[in-house]
């Protein structure tokens, strides 16, 4: 089994930043690919970015492109994701994910999940 811990979620304005973190343990191991999802209120869940285990390759929803950027620590079991230019319809649930294996688009393709921090933008 992997735990994956996030942190880093809050409240800001419109325009502002955050850092999200999360940290994986248990049986996580250098084939798991990492990454963000996020749901918003009355509406389905929706892949936000993803990393793989070396970092060397990222996928990212369109919304996320040129805003949000996923990385990898040293300590490869975390990943960030920077937010910035954040907009209202940014504000969600946002949940890191795992998945053994390379970086997929499918929701159904992460076998581990966090609990979820929140994200509100104001405007």
């Known amino acids: 089994q992997v735990q994956l811990a996030e942190s880093g979620g809050g409240s800001v304005q419109t325009g502002g930043s955050l850092i999200l973190s999360c940290t994986a343990s248990g049986r996580i191991s250098g084939d798991h690919a990492m990454g963000w999802f996020r749901q918003a209120p009355g509406k389905e869940r929706e892949l936000v970015a993803v990393i793989t285990w070396s970092g060397d390759s990222t996928i990212y929803e369109e919304f996320a492109k040129g805003r949000f950027t996923i990385s990898r620590g040293n300590a490869k079991a975390t990943v960030y994701l920077q937010m910035n230019s954040l907009k209202p319809e940014d504000t969600a649930v946002y949940y890191c994910?795992?998945?053994?294996?390379?970086?997929?688009?499918?929701?159904?393709?992460?076998?581990?999940w966090g609990q979820g921090t929140q994200v509100t933008v104001s405007s």
């Open positions: 994910v795992a998945r053994s294996g390379g970086r997929s688009w499918i929701e159904s393709d992460y076998e581990f």
